[in-house]
Protein backbone atom coordinates (compact mmCIF):
# COMPACT_ATOMS: atom_id res chain seq x y z
CA UNK A 1 0.00 0.00 0.00
CA UNK A 2 1.10 3.21 -0.91
CA UNK A 3 2.45 6.36 1.78
CA UNK A 4 0.67 9.41 1.70
CA UNK A 5 3.05 12.47 2.67
CA UNK A 6 2.40 15.88 3.43
CA UNK A 7 4.54 19.27 3.09
CA UNK A 8 5.39 21.55 5.86
CA UNK A 9 6.87 25.00 5.84
CA UNK A 10 7.65 25.74 9.69
CA UNK A 11 7.22 29.63 10.26
CA UNK A 12 6.72 29.46 13.80
CA UNK A 13 9.73 30.78 15.41
CA UNK A 14 10.07 34.34 16.80
CA UNK A 15 13.51 35.38 14.69
CA UNK A 16 15.38 35.96 17.90
CA UNK A 17 18.48 36.38 16.12
CA UNK A 18 17.00 38.45 13.29
CA UNK A 19 16.31 40.64 16.12
CA UNK A 20 12.53 40.06 16.22
CA UNK A 21 12.20 40.10 12.19
CA UNK A 22 9.65 37.16 10.97
CA UNK A 23 11.92 35.71 8.57
CA UNK A 24 9.13 34.39 6.55
CA UNK A 25 9.11 37.98 5.01
CA UNK A 26 12.46 38.42 4.18
CA UNK A 27 13.35 39.59 0.34
CA UNK A 28 15.36 38.11 -2.02
CA UNK A 29 15.18 38.72 -5.55
CA UNK A 30 12.22 39.89 -5.62
CA UNK A 31 10.35 36.97 -3.15
CA UNK A 32 9.72 36.71 0.11
CA UNK A 33 11.68 34.01 2.05
CA UNK A 34 7.66 32.28 2.31
CA UNK A 35 6.72 32.70 -1.33
CA UNK A 36 10.19 30.85 -2.68
CA UNK A 37 9.93 27.83 -0.55
CA UNK A 38 6.16 27.89 -0.79
CA UNK A 39 6.78 27.34 -4.91
CA UNK A 40 9.16 24.45 -4.58
CA UNK A 41 6.66 22.45 -2.39
CA UNK A 42 3.73 23.51 -4.66
CA UNK A 43 5.66 21.37 -7.50
CA UNK A 44 5.59 18.08 -4.54
CA UNK A 45 2.17 17.70 -5.33
CA UNK A 46 1.56 16.99 -2.09
CA UNK A 47 -0.63 18.05 0.28
CA UNK A 48 1.15 21.28 1.93
CA UNK A 49 1.08 22.68 5.39
CA UNK A 50 2.05 26.50 7.07
CA UNK A 51 3.08 25.94 10.76
CA UNK A 52 2.50 29.28 12.50
CA UNK A 53 3.20 30.21 16.18
CA UNK A 54 4.54 34.23 17.42
CA UNK A 55 3.79 35.33 13.18
CA UNK A 56 0.46 35.70 11.37
CA UNK A 57 0.79 34.55 7.47
CA UNK A 58 -0.63 34.23 4.34
CA UNK A 59 -1.73 31.50 4.16
CA UNK A 60 -0.78 29.77 -0.14
CA UNK A 61 -4.32 28.93 -2.10
CA UNK A 62 -4.96 25.01 -1.29
CA UNK A 63 -2.63 25.29 1.83
CA UNK A 64 -3.90 24.12 5.49
CA UNK A 65 -2.66 26.40 8.26
CA UNK A 66 -1.69 24.76 11.56
CA UNK A 67 -1.81 26.78 14.52
CA UNK A 68 1.09 25.29 17.59
CA UNK A 69 -0.90 23.18 19.65
CA UNK A 70 1.69 22.94 22.51
CA UNK A 71 3.45 25.93 24.58
CA UNK A 72 4.65 26.38 28.22
CA UNK A 73 3.35 27.17 31.14
CA UNK A 74 3.53 31.20 30.28
CA UNK A 75 1.69 30.25 27.11
CA UNK A 76 5.23 30.75 24.89
CA UNK A 77 5.75 28.72 22.00
CA UNK A 78 8.27 25.89 21.90
CA UNK A 79 9.76 25.94 18.87
CA UNK A 80 10.23 23.53 16.04
CA UNK A 81 9.21 20.63 17.71
CA UNK A 82 6.04 21.92 18.62
CA UNK A 83 5.07 23.26 15.20
CA UNK A 84 6.20 19.79 13.38
CA UNK A 85 3.98 17.56 16.49
CA UNK A 86 1.47 20.31 15.82
CA UNK A 87 1.27 19.18 11.87
CA UNK A 88 1.52 15.62 12.54
CA UNK A 89 -1.49 15.34 14.20
CA UNK A 90 -3.34 17.31 11.76
CA UNK A 91 -1.62 15.33 8.80
CA UNK A 92 -2.94 12.22 10.68
CA UNK A 93 -6.24 13.63 10.90
CA UNK A 94 -6.07 13.98 7.13
CA UNK A 95 -4.96 10.73 6.11
CA UNK A 96 -1.53 11.20 6.07
CA UNK A 97 1.57 8.83 7.30
CA UNK A 98 4.14 11.70 7.18
CA UNK A 99 5.37 15.00 6.64
CA UNK A 100 8.73 16.83 5.36
CA UNK A 101 9.82 19.74 6.95
CA UNK A 102 11.46 23.22 5.62
CA UNK A 103 12.35 25.97 8.10
CA UNK A 104 10.67 29.53 6.49
CA UNK A 105 15.02 30.58 6.77
CA UNK A 106 16.28 28.42 4.25
CA UNK A 107 15.55 30.11 1.23
CA UNK A 108 17.74 27.93 -1.19
CA UNK A 109 15.43 24.86 -0.25
CA UNK A 110 14.84 22.82 -3.81
CA UNK A 111 11.69 20.56 -4.12
CA UNK A 112 14.07 18.12 -5.64
CA UNK A 113 15.18 17.21 -2.02
CA UNK A 114 12.75 15.92 -0.90
CA UNK A 115 12.27 13.20 -3.27
CA UNK A 116 15.77 12.19 -2.74
CA UNK A 117 15.02 12.04 0.65
CA UNK A 118 11.81 9.65 0.35
CA UNK A 119 14.45 7.27 -0.87
CA UNK A 120 15.80 5.92 2.05
CA UNK A 121 12.26 5.36 4.01
CA UNK A 122 11.04 2.09 4.99
CA UNK A 123 8.24 0.69 6.84
CA UNK A 124 10.11 0.44 10.13
CA UNK A 125 11.54 3.94 9.80
CA UNK A 126 10.21 6.65 12.06
CA UNK A 127 11.94 10.14 10.77
CA UNK A 128 14.90 10.35 8.35
CA UNK A 129 17.26 14.28 8.34
CA UNK A 130 20.36 14.77 6.41
CA UNK A 131 23.82 15.41 8.42
CA UNK A 132 25.56 17.98 6.25
CA UNK A 133 29.71 17.51 5.85
CA UNK A 134 30.21 19.65 9.03
CA UNK A 135 28.55 17.09 11.43
CA UNK A 136 25.47 19.04 11.84
CA UNK A 137 21.95 17.00 11.68
CA UNK A 138 19.44 19.09 10.31
CA UNK A 139 16.56 18.20 11.81
CA UNK A 140 14.24 20.85 11.02
CA UNK A 141 14.58 19.89 7.35
CA UNK A 142 13.63 16.24 8.09
CA UNK A 143 10.80 13.80 7.44
CA UNK A 144 8.63 12.88 10.31
CA UNK A 145 6.20 9.50 10.30
CA UNK A 146 2.72 9.84 12.34
CA UNK A 147 4.30 7.50 14.54
CA UNK A 148 6.53 10.35 16.01
CA UNK A 149 3.02 11.78 17.67
CA UNK A 150 3.33 10.11 20.99
CA UNK A 151 6.74 10.57 21.82
CA UNK A 152 6.85 14.26 20.73
CA UNK A 153 4.05 14.68 22.78
CA UNK A 154 5.35 13.42 25.88
CA UNK A 155 8.34 15.23 25.72
CA UNK A 156 7.08 18.39 25.46
CA UNK A 157 4.53 18.10 28.04
CA UNK A 158 7.41 17.16 30.08
CA UNK A 159 9.51 20.22 29.06
CA UNK A 160 11.72 18.22 26.45
CA UNK A 161 11.65 20.32 22.98
CA UNK A 162 15.06 19.28 21.56
CA UNK A 163 14.74 17.35 18.59
CA UNK A 164 17.86 15.05 18.92
CA UNK A 165 16.61 13.95 21.94
CA UNK A 166 13.13 13.28 20.72
CA UNK A 167 14.27 11.53 18.21
CA UNK A 168 16.70 9.08 20.21
CA UNK A 169 12.89 7.07 21.53
CA UNK A 170 12.25 6.31 17.98
CA UNK A 171 13.94 4.78 14.76
CA UNK A 172 15.34 7.77 13.19
CA UNK A 173 18.03 7.80 10.24
CA UNK A 174 20.87 10.11 9.84
CA UNK A 175 21.74 9.78 5.94
CA UNK A 176 24.74 11.88 4.82
CA UNK A 177 23.88 14.57 1.86
CA UNK A 178 26.62 13.48 0.25
CA UNK A 179 25.10 9.48 0.08
CA UNK A 180 21.45 11.41 -0.91
CA UNK A 181 23.20 13.06 -3.24
CA UNK A 182 21.76 16.28 -1.84
CA UNK A 183 23.31 20.09 -2.12
CA UNK A 184 24.26 21.18 1.08
CA UNK A 185 23.54 24.75 -0.30
CA UNK A 186 20.02 23.57 0.13
CA UNK A 187 20.50 24.03 4.26
CA UNK A 188 22.23 27.26 4.09
CA UNK A 189 19.75 28.85 7.13
CA UNK A 190 19.42 32.87 6.98
CA UNK A 191 18.72 33.12 10.76
CA UNK A 192 20.88 36.52 11.69
CA UNK A 193 21.07 40.09 10.13
CA UNK A 194 24.48 39.76 9.36
CA UNK A 195 23.41 36.59 7.31
CA UNK A 196 20.91 38.31 5.52
CA UNK A 197 23.25 40.99 4.35
CA UNK A 198 25.81 38.31 3.28
CA UNK A 199 23.61 36.40 1.45
CA UNK A 200 20.95 39.49 0.16
CA UNK A 201 22.76 42.76 -0.25
CA UNK A 202 26.40 41.46 -1.34
CA UNK A 203 24.71 40.46 -4.44
CA UNK A 204 24.79 41.94 -7.86
CA UNK A 205 25.04 39.44 -10.92
CA UNK A 206 21.51 38.55 -12.81
CA UNK A 207 21.37 35.42 -13.70
CA UNK A 208 18.25 34.39 -16.18
CA UNK A 209 17.00 30.84 -15.75
CA UNK A 210 14.78 30.01 -18.87
CA UNK A 211 13.59 27.48 -20.81
CA UNK A 212 14.42 27.68 -24.90
CA UNK A 213 12.03 30.19 -26.17
CA UNK A 214 11.48 32.06 -22.72
CA UNK A 215 13.00 35.08 -24.21
CA UNK A 216 15.93 34.96 -22.29
CA UNK A 217 17.78 37.09 -24.57
CA UNK A 218 15.40 39.64 -25.70
CA UNK A 219 15.55 40.36 -22.38
CA UNK A 220 19.88 40.45 -22.25
CA UNK A 221 19.18 42.93 -24.98
CA UNK A 222 16.84 45.34 -23.53
CA UNK A 223 18.58 45.32 -19.94
CA UNK A 224 21.69 46.39 -21.71
CA UNK A 225 19.90 48.95 -23.89
CA UNK A 226 19.27 50.89 -20.93
CA UNK A 227 22.89 50.86 -19.03
CA UNK A 228 25.44 53.24 -19.77
CA UNK A 229 28.25 50.84 -18.88
CA UNK A 230 30.39 49.27 -21.58
CA UNK A 231 29.30 46.31 -23.00
CA UNK A 232 31.71 43.41 -22.33
CA UNK A 233 31.80 39.85 -22.76
CA UNK A 234 30.08 37.60 -24.90
CA UNK A 235 27.42 35.95 -27.24
CA UNK A 236 26.83 32.54 -28.80
CA UNK A 237 24.45 32.16 -31.63
CA UNK A 238 23.76 29.60 -34.45
CA UNK A 239 24.37 31.58 -37.63
CA UNK A 240 24.61 28.81 -40.41
CA UNK A 241 22.58 25.89 -40.90
CA UNK A 242 23.70 23.32 -43.11
CA UNK A 243 21.84 21.16 -46.03
CA UNK A 244 21.86 18.24 -43.43
CA UNK A 245 20.05 20.21 -40.23
CA UNK A 246 23.30 20.50 -38.98
CA UNK A 247 23.41 23.76 -36.56
CA UNK A 248 26.79 25.56 -36.14
CA UNK A 249 27.49 27.27 -32.98
CA UNK A 250 29.59 30.42 -33.08
CA UNK A 251 30.71 32.74 -30.48
CA UNK A 252 31.41 36.44 -31.06
CA UNK A 253 31.78 39.77 -28.61
CA UNK A 254 29.00 41.36 -26.86
CA UNK A 255 29.87 44.76 -28.01
CA UNK A 256 28.47 44.84 -31.66
CA UNK A 257 31.55 47.52 -32.01
CA UNK A 258 34.24 45.07 -31.71
CA UNK A 259 35.55 43.57 -34.59
CA UNK A 260 37.01 40.45 -33.69
CA UNK A 261 35.87 37.67 -35.91
CA UNK A 262 32.85 35.02 -34.57
CA UNK A 263 34.50 31.75 -34.38
CA UNK A 264 32.86 28.12 -34.27
CA UNK A 265 32.20 26.85 -30.69
CA UNK A 266 30.30 23.79 -32.07
CA UNK A 267 27.44 22.05 -33.76
CA UNK A 268 23.88 20.73 -32.90
CA UNK A 269 20.98 18.60 -34.29
CA UNK A 270 18.81 17.95 -31.59
CA UNK A 271 21.59 17.12 -29.23
CA UNK A 272 25.42 18.42 -29.27
CA UNK A 273 27.25 16.75 -32.02
CA UNK A 274 30.70 18.29 -31.22
CA UNK A 275 32.12 21.11 -29.60
CA UNK A 276 35.46 22.81 -29.87
CA UNK A 277 36.97 23.37 -26.01
CA UNK A 278 39.90 25.21 -27.66
CA UNK A 279 37.43 28.33 -28.97
CA UNK A 280 36.13 28.39 -25.77
CA UNK A 281 39.59 29.13 -23.69
CA UNK A 282 41.00 31.09 -26.15
CA UNK A 283 38.13 33.56 -27.46
CA UNK A 284 35.80 32.96 -24.65
CA UNK A 285 38.17 33.52 -22.29
CA UNK A 286 39.68 36.48 -23.78
CA UNK A 287 36.41 38.45 -23.77
CA UNK A 288 35.82 37.62 -20.12
CA UNK A 289 38.89 39.04 -19.85
CA UNK A 290 39.05 42.57 -21.92
CA UNK A 291 36.59 44.34 -18.75
CA UNK A 292 36.75 47.81 -17.70
CA UNK A 293 35.42 48.47 -13.77
CA UNK A 294 32.39 50.55 -15.65
CA UNK A 295 31.39 48.06 -17.67
CA UNK A 296 28.78 45.09 -17.80
CA UNK A 297 29.73 41.51 -18.79
CA UNK A 298 27.27 39.67 -20.98
CA UNK A 299 27.62 35.76 -21.24
CA UNK A 300 24.29 34.60 -23.11
CA UNK A 301 24.33 31.58 -22.67
CA UNK A 302 26.30 29.99 -20.25
CA UNK A 303 25.06 26.02 -20.81
CA UNK A 304 26.40 22.54 -20.85
CA UNK A 305 28.24 22.68 -24.19
CA UNK A 306 31.06 24.42 -22.76
CA UNK A 307 31.54 22.04 -19.42
CA UNK A 308 34.43 20.51 -21.30
CA UNK A 309 36.47 23.56 -21.79
CA UNK A 310 38.03 24.04 -18.35
CA UNK A 311 39.95 27.75 -18.35
CA UNK A 312 36.95 28.93 -19.61
CA UNK A 313 34.66 27.72 -17.32
CA UNK A 314 36.77 28.59 -14.71
CA UNK A 315 36.89 32.30 -15.77
CA UNK A 316 33.06 32.26 -16.04
CA UNK A 317 33.21 31.76 -12.50
CA UNK A 318 35.76 34.29 -11.46
CA UNK A 319 33.74 36.79 -13.19
CA UNK A 320 30.93 35.87 -10.38
CA UNK A 321 33.62 35.77 -7.81
CA UNK A 322 34.31 40.00 -8.83
CA UNK A 323 32.07 42.69 -8.48
CA UNK A 324 31.69 44.04 -12.05
CA UNK A 325 28.40 43.47 -12.79
CA UNK A 326 27.40 40.62 -14.88
CA UNK A 327 24.00 39.84 -16.91
CA UNK A 328 24.24 36.22 -18.38
CA UNK A 329 21.62 33.71 -19.30
CA UNK A 330 21.69 29.77 -18.26
CA UNK A 331 20.11 26.68 -19.26
CA UNK A 332 17.63 25.54 -18.05
CA UNK A 333 18.93 21.55 -17.88
CA UNK A 334 17.04 18.13 -16.95
CA UNK A 335 20.39 16.45 -16.16
CA UNK A 336 22.66 17.70 -13.31
CA UNK A 337 25.99 19.78 -14.50
CA UNK A 338 28.09 20.54 -11.33
CA UNK A 339 29.55 23.55 -13.69
CA UNK A 340 25.79 25.07 -14.01
CA UNK A 341 25.14 24.23 -10.64
CA UNK A 342 28.09 26.31 -8.72
CA UNK A 343 27.08 29.46 -10.65
CA UNK A 344 23.43 28.91 -9.36
CA UNK A 345 24.01 28.71 -6.02
CA UNK A 346 26.80 31.67 -5.95
CA UNK A 347 25.98 33.52 -3.09
CA UNK A 348 26.69 37.00 -5.37
CA UNK A 349 23.90 36.26 -7.88
CA UNK A 350 20.41 37.24 -8.18
CA UNK A 351 18.57 34.24 -10.23
CA UNK A 352 15.68 34.97 -11.68
CA UNK A 353 13.84 32.37 -13.55
CA UNK A 354 11.83 33.55 -16.68
CA UNK A 355 8.87 31.99 -18.45
CA UNK A 356 6.60 33.42 -20.93
CA UNK A 357 4.28 34.72 -18.13
CA UNK A 358 5.97 36.47 -16.33
CA UNK A 359 8.53 38.57 -18.47
CA UNK A 360 7.61 42.02 -17.43
CA UNK A 361 8.20 41.29 -13.27
CA UNK A 362 11.31 40.06 -14.12
CA UNK A 363 12.39 42.94 -16.38
CA UNK A 364 11.22 45.33 -13.23
CA UNK A 365 13.14 43.09 -11.24
CA UNK A 366 16.44 43.15 -12.73
CA UNK A 367 16.36 46.99 -13.72
CA UNK A 368 15.93 47.31 -9.95
CA UNK A 369 19.24 44.83 -9.45
CA UNK A 370 20.89 47.71 -12.31
CA UNK A 371 20.29 50.59 -10.23
CA UNK A 372 22.24 49.00 -7.16
CA UNK A 373 25.33 48.88 -9.83
CA UNK A 374 25.65 52.64 -9.49
CA UNK A 375 25.02 53.01 -5.76
CA UNK A 376 28.17 50.26 -5.55
CA UNK A 377 30.34 52.11 -7.64
CA UNK A 378 30.00 54.97 -5.98
CA UNK A 379 31.42 53.29 -2.76
CA UNK A 380 33.93 51.47 -4.64
Excluded at 31 to 40: D, P
Excluded at 101 to 127: H, R, S, Y
Excluded at 283 to 293: A, F, I, Q, T
Excluded at 348 to 353: D, E, P, S
Aim: hydrophobic share 35%.
Amino acid sequence: MDKKYGCVLLAGGRGRRMGGTNKAELVMNGQTFAVMIETELDQTGMPCYLSQGEYDQMIPEGWTKVKDLYRDSDGQYLGPAAGICSCLVQAEQDGLDGIFCVPCDAPFFEAGMIGKLQQFITDDTDAVCIRTSDGHIQTVFGWYSVRCIKPMVNALQTGNRKLLAILDQVNFKVIDAADAGISEYCFTNINRSEDYKKYCEGRLHIVIEGKKGAGKTTLIDRLISETNRRICGYRTRILETDAEGYRHVYMYPADKTDSTVPQEVGITRRKVISVNDQVFDDLGVKLLSDVNEDGVIVMDEIGYMETGAEHFCRKVIESFDGDIPVIAAIKVSEKEYRYLQLIKDHPKIYLLRLNEDNREEVNEEARRIMETWEDRGESR
